[in-house]
């Protein structure tokens, strides 16, 4: 069973920094392009950075300079180091597979507030 476990979320000040974990199980994360997704409060969930199978990241422009994915396929886990922090990236943040159409993890709160 395909299961994403997201954790290190918090509450921080705007230009601060968060570094967020998935842990994936029920398959190989080698296998696959791997997603960061989030969802704002009255918002639909949208995508927020990419990294391939071979490792390359993409980020959309909104993040871009302050969101850096990575990958470790050996313990099946994705990180997401956000730094700079802005009042608009508050949201619950979830990692999949992209482009699958995965069970949603229960992911994880960040609060960027003053």
């Known amino acids: 069973q395909v299961q994403f476990v997201e954790s290190g979320g918090g509450l921080v000040q705007p230009g601060g920094s968060l570094r967020l974990s998935c842990a994936a199980s029920?398959?190989?994360?080698?296998?696959?392009?791997m997603s960061w997704y989030r969802q704002a409060p009255g918002r639909e969930r949208e995508l927020v950075a990419t990294?391939?199978?071979?490792?390359?990241?993409i980020n959309v422009d909104s993040v871009k300079g302050r969101f850096a994915v990575t990958r470790d396929n050996p313990t099946d886990t994705i990180y997401l180091a956000m730094d700079n922090l802005e009042f608009e990236d508050t949201g619950v943040y979830f990692c999949?597979?992209?482009?699958?159409?995965?069970?949603w993890g229960r992911g994880t709160q960040v609060t960027v507030s003053s």
């Open positions: 999949k597979r992209t482009a699958w159409a995965d069970t």
């Open positions: 029920g398959f190989r994360i080698r296998d696959y392009d």
């Open positions: 990294i391939t199978r071979r490792g390359v990241p």
